[in-house]
């Protein structure tokens, strides 16, 4: 069983900045990628960011230059700086973990969290 609890979520105004973290724990041997995905109102989930265990990162457009992703492999952590942001970042963000749970299996496996509302409003 692995688990990843997101913490960081809230309301910001216009133009503001928020953090969020995430943190899995459980039976884990190596986590391969970690990152976040959001879903707005009626709207499918979307990638923002994800980074490998190297530090090799992949945004979305409507993300980059604003948006940072980092982890710390020693904690099994990973975060997500967000600045300059706007009403449309309004949304549910969710931390997704693929990863190795045991030596002796190489299966990789999804973990999701559940989830941490941001809304950017005035």
């Known amino acids: 069983q692995v688990q990843l609890v997101e913490s960081g979520g809230g309301l910001v105004q216009p133009g503001g900045s928020l953090s969020l973290s995430c943190a899995a724990s459980g039976r884990i041997f190596k986590i391969f990628f970690m990152g976040w995905y959001r879903q707005a109102p009626g709207k499918q989930r979307e990638l923002v960011a994800t980074?490998?265990?190297?530090?090799?990162?992949n945004y979305v457009d409507s993300v980059k230059d604003r948006f940072t992703i980092s982890r710390d492999n020693a904690k099994n952590t990973v975060y997500l700086q967000m600045n300059s942001l706007k009403p449309e970042d309004t949304a549910v963000y969710f931390c997704?973990?693929?990863?190795?749970?045991?030596?002796?299996?190489?299966?990789?496996?999804?973990?999701w969290g559940q989830g941490t509302q941001v809304t950017v409003s005035s």
């Open positions: 980074i490998s265990s190297g530090g090799i990162t």
């Open positions: 997704n973990a693929q990863l190795q749970a045991t030596f002796w299996n190489s299966a990789v496996l999804t973990a």
